[in-house]
């Protein structure tokens, strides 16, 4: 889906994106302005969007621009705590004895969580329906 700087800036200018919690609350209407064919353009982004609810937790918690965690590391942390409430009340010393974590790592992940306006993003998120569980763990 064509969900490029372009649009994300236009959507930034227009004050309809002030977080990345904010693309789960567009509408249609919002989108289909912003393009030739807007309205089949808008239907396809919210469908993308609404989609994408449904991703693993690694890939949010990659999206979020923790210093320090990569692709790599997300799925370290989705596999190790299953969930998003788990993983923000981690600790550091838990965190960086977990193999290719490790301390600054740790603290780097501690540190986001522990901020309001992450909290205040994740509340924002999970009302939106966005998955905060790791799907690929093993159900016993």
Same mark, same amino acid.
């Given at each position: 889906?064509?969900?490029?700087?372009?649009?994300?800036?236009?959507?930034?200018?227009?004050?309809?994106?002030?977080?990345?919690?904010?693309?789960?609350?567009?509408? *249609?209407?919002?989108?289909?302005?912003?393009?030739?064919? =807007?309205?089949?353009?808008?239907?396809?982004?919210? +469908? #993308? /969007? $609404?989609?994408?609810?449904?991703?693993?937790?690694?890939?949010?918690?990659?999206?979020?621009?923790?210093?320090?965690?990569?692709? *790599?590391?997300?799925?370290?942390?989705?596999?190790?705590? =299953?969930?998003?409430?788990?993983?923000?009340?981690? +600790? #550091? /010393? $838990?965190?960086?004895?977990?193999?290719?974590?490790?301390?600054?790592?740790?603290?780097?992940?501690?540190?986001?969580?522990?901020?309001?306006?992450?909290?205040?993003?994740?509340?924002?998120?999970?009302?939106?329906?966005?998955?905060?569980?790791? +799907?690929?763990?093993?159900?016993?």
């Amino acid at each position: 889906m064509d969900f490029g700087y372009a649009i994300i800036e236009q959507l930034v200018q227009k004050d309809l994106l002030n977080n990345i919690a904010d693309i789960y609350y567009l509408k *249609k209407e919002d989108i289909a302005s912003l393009k030739k064919n =807007g309205d089949k353009f808008a239907t396809n982004l919210i +469908n #993308a /969007i $609404n989609e994408s609810k449904n991703n693993n937790l690694d890939k949010l918690i990659s999206a979020l621009g923790i210093r320090h965690i990569g692709t *790599k590391s997300a799925k370290i942390l989705s596999r190790e705590y =299953g969930t998003m409430d788990k993983l923000m009340k981690a +600790n #550091a /010393i $838990n965190l960086s004895f977990i193999e290719d974590i490790g301390t600054v790592t740790a603290n780097s992940v501690c540190e986001f969580f522990a901020q309001e306006q992450t909290i205040d993003l994740i509340q924002k998120l999970q009302d939106a329906g966005v998955n905060m569980k790791d +799907n690929s763990r093993r159900r016993k």
